[in-house]
Nanobody, 122 residues
Framework: QVQLVESGGGLVQAGDSLRLSCEASERSFSHRHMGWFRQAPGKEREFVAAIIASGGSTHYSTSVQGRFTISRDNAKNTVYLQMTSLIPEDTAVYYC???????????????WGQGTQVTVSS
């Protein structure tokens, strides 16, 4: 069983930056594709970003393209989400995910973290 532990969420103002981290408790972390999803109150869970196992390719939702950057350090079993130019619409619980598919679809990921709250005030 893979455990994913997110950290780095918090309350920031519009225009600020924030970096989320997700550490995996697994030796084969480097073989798994990773991603981030988010869910705002009253809304469906949505894809944010994904990175392939090697780190050589990334994909973003149109709503965060150009503002967010996903990266990973396989030596530390950790994936990151650097968020810049935050807007109130980015307010959500952010979930780290891991799986065997490089996908924008939530059900393609086998493992989910507990989530970390990001709140952006205007």
């Amino acid at each position: 069983q893979v455990q994913l532990v997110e950290s780095g969420g918090g309350l920031v103002q519009a225009g600020d930056s924030l970096r989320l981290s997700c550490e995996a408790s697994e030796r084969s972390f480097s073989h798994r594709h990773m991603g981030w999803f988010r869910q705002a109150p009253g809304k469906e869970r949505e894809f944010v970003a994904a990175i392939i196992a090697s780190g050589g390719s990334t994909h973003y939702s149109t709503s965060v393209q150009g503002r967010f950057t996903i990266s990973r350090d396989n030596a530390k079993n950790t994936v990151y989400l650097q968020m810049t130019s935050l807007i109130p619409e980015d307010t959500a619980v952010y979930y780290c995910v891991a799986g065997s598919y490089y996908s924008v679809i939530a059900r393609d990921y086998d493992y989910w973290g507990q989530g970390t709250q990001v709140t952006v005030s205007s």
